[in-house]
């Protein structure tokens, strides 16, 4: 890096630059390197299978989309005296390798996310952002109350800003978009309850806080069945639904929010990920 802002001080410098300067300084070839992080386009997808556990040793296999990276891949085996630490070379679309690690109760591949690659969906928790991403979204209120149902429009346009959003008067979700369900159908909401929150009349369990909907509203995002992110609000009072659908682009990092009824601070967080399919749990 000296080399580098000594041979280009105020003059441009490419990134063929900077491989040069370290391979010069390292002695080493770099063009797989660069041509692989700097030209392609893409990311490494990896999945791991065939998990066997012998004696002390856990061997198991990695694989990876072709075309093939070349990956320095860590692990992690869980065992009673410790996590053991291994790192292996992955520059094929499949590589077995072995693991001493006595006693191991999993095997975890890249479990801190170190590498850049493609994450599995489960790996990622849902969040308002991911309803944002998409162009056009579903709205669905609820099949009664007047009042709800009224102010779900005025929700919709402000949500989408657009003079005409889609709303499904029927109930149902569109199981191929994006949707917006306000107040659904139990059987609807039972398909798209998160694990952390539950729903008991007007009052709504979210990891253990109890939280009265007569005084507060709830939005979270949520995994649908068709593997999209849809949006559920909960809410008793059309007016503060009204004003709502304009509120939520500042929250987009989120997966839950809850709006006092009265204003003040907005409570806000993430749902726990599901476990990776990197993952994987050692029988005994």
């Known amino acids: 890096l000296r080399a580098v802002y000594r041979d280009f001080r105020g003059r441009p410098a490419a990134w063929s630059d900077f491989i040069e300067a370290v391979e010069t300084a390292s002695g080493r070839d770099?063009?797989?390197?660069?041509?692989?992080?700097?030209?392609?386009?893409?990311?490494?997808?990896?999945?791991?299978?065939?998990?066997?556990?012998?004696?002390?040793?856990?061997?198991?296999?990695?694989?990876?989309?072709e075309p093939?990276?070349?990956?320095?891949?860590?692990?992690?085996?869980?065992?009673?005296a410790g996590d053991v630490h291994q790192s292996g070379r992955l520059a094929?679309?499949?590589?077995?390798?072995?693991?001493?690690?006595?006693?191991?109760?999993?095997?975890?591949?890249?479990p801190d996310n170190d590498l850049?690659?493609?994450?599995?969906p489960t790996e990622i928790e849902p969040t308002l952002s991911q309803v944002f991403a998409v162009d056009e979204h579903v709205f669905v209120p609820p099949v009664s109350g007047g009042l709800i149902k009224m102010a779900a429009k005025t929700f919709a346009?402000?949500?989408?800003?657009?003079?005409?959003?889609?709303?499904?008067?029927?109930?149902?979700?569109?199981?191929?978009?994006?949707?917006?369900?306000?107040?659904?159908?139990p059987m609807v909401f039972e398909m798209r309850q998160p694990p952390a929150l539950q729903l008991h009349g007007d009052l709504v369990f979210l990891d253990g806080r109890r939280i009265d909907l007569a005084e507060h509203d709830v939005v979270f995002a949520v995994a649908?069945?068709?593997?999209?992110?849809?949006?559920?609000?909960?809410?008793?009072?059309?007016?503060?639904?009204?004003?709502?659908?304009?509120?939520?682009?500042?929250?987009?990092?989120?997966?839950?929010?809850v709006f006092p009824a009265g204003g003040g601070r907005v409570e806000r967080g993430n749902w726990q990920p599901?476990?990776?399919?990197?993952?994987?749990?050692?029988?005994p």
């Open 30 to 65: 770099l063009d797989a390197f660069a041509a692989q992080w700097l030209s392609r386009v893409g990311a490494p997808t990896l999945a791991v299978g065939d998990v066997q556990r012998d004696g002390d040793q856990v061997r198991f296999t990695l694989r990876q989309a």
């Open 68 to 80: 093939a990276y070349d990956l320095l891949v860590p692990g992690v085996g869980a065992t009673p």
């Open 92 to 110: 094929a679309p499949e590589q077995g390798y072995t693991v001493t690690a006595p006693g191991a109760t999993q095997i975890a591949v890249d």
């Open 116 to 120: 850049f690659r493609h994450r599995d």
């Open 157 to 185: 346009a402000d949500f989408c800003e657009c003079e005409a959003p889609e709303i499904r008067a029927n109930g149902e979700p569109d199981e191929g978009a994006v949707n917006v369900l306000i107040n659904p159908a």
């Open 224 to 257: 649908a069945p068709s593997g999209t992110t849809d949006l559920v609000v909960l809410t008793r009072n059309a007016g503060r639904l009204q004003g709502l659908g304009s509120r939520l682009g500042h929250y987009g990092k989120y997966s839950w929010l």
């Open 274 to 283: 599901a476990a990776s399919p990197l993952t994987v749990v050692l029988g």
